[in-house]
Every structure is written in C-alpha cells, then in structure tokens.
C-alpha cells in the first residue's frame, strides 16, 4: 500500500489528487468525500495508461 496526502478533493465532482511520499501525485476517485490534508493509504492501478489511487483507507 502506498501512503500519502490528499492534496485536494471536489466532493460535488467525487474526484481529487493525493500527493505520495515520494512527491509524486496521482489522481483518485471516490463516492465517499476526502478532506484536505488528511493522510490515506491507497493502492496504485492502472487505468488506461495512467496511475491512480483505489481503495483508498485513512492511514
């Protein structure tokens, strides 16, 4: 699992970027609402050529 921070979530469009440890930043989709700032683990997927975060936990 990769750890990280969400760097910002738009509850309205269910969609936001979490920045990773390593700086590296990756895009997440989500039904249930992420709050700025707040750390999360996360696996990495494939999704049509492009990195994004899924299962998205708190840490």
Same mark, same amino acid.
């Given at each position: @699992?990769? %750890?990280?921070? %969400?760097?910002? #979530? ?13 700086? $590296?930043?990756?895009? %997440? $989709? /989500?039904e249930?609402?992420l ?6 683990s #996360?696996?990495? =997927?494939d999704n049509?050529? @492009?990195? %994004?975060? /899924? $299962? =998205?936990?708190p840490?």
């Amino acid at each position: @699992m990769a %750890v990280g921070t %969400v760097k910002w #979530f738009k509850p309205g469009k269910g969609y936001g970027v979490i920045k990773q440890e390593d700086g $590296n930043e990756v895009l %997440v $989709n /989500s039904e249930t609402p992420l709050r700025d700032g707040a750390r999360v683990s #996360f696996e990495l =997927v494939d999704n049509q050529g @492009m990195q %994004v975060a /899924s $299962n =998205v936990q708190p840490a």
